[in-house]
């Protein structure tokens, strides 16, 4: 089966994810991807990646996301914070990393973290291919 993974980016971060997307666009292809309206449109767009966009976060997405974590339906979540610029939906966000926590889906909220938890995606996948 294949690992669902929400991708989330603050308006400072969506370069970031953007490029972060395009060094692990291999692994990400064999995901099935969800993201909030602008970020998942960067991805797409710069990728070619197939993703089901959500609303944008401050419109809903976040808590659309938290919803599918919440029944079981994402298995991990990057979600690259701006923590310099004060966010309306601050209350969306809290919740949705502490559903991670509740339902333990491990949530990066910054590079080095993603690069991790993509790393250890990518080498999962590469084992699920050779077993």
């Not at 953007?18 to 710069?46: M, N, Q, Y």
């Not at 889906?105 to 077993?131: E, F, Q």
């Amino acid at each position: 089966m294949k690992p669902h993974v929400a991708l989330i980016a603050h308006d400072q971060k969506k370069d970031d994810i953007v490029k972060l997307a395009g060094e692990f666009r291999a692994t990400l292809s064999r995901c099935t991807l969800l993201a909030t309206g602008t970020t998942g449109a960067r991805i797409a767009s710069a990728h070619g990646l197939e993703i089901e966009r959500m609303l944008s976060g401050p419109h809903g997405g976040d808590l659309q996301i938290g919803a599918r974590l919440a029944e079981g339906r994402v298995d991990m979540v990057i979600f690259l914070r701006d923590p310099m610029t004060p966010q309306p939906h601050e209350p969306d966000i809290n919740a949705l990393v502490r559903a991670c926590d509740v339902h333990n889906v491990p949530c990066a909220t910054n590079i080095s973290t993603a690069r991790m938890i993509l790393d250890g995606l990518t080498s999962r996948l590469a084992h699920s291919v050779s077993a």
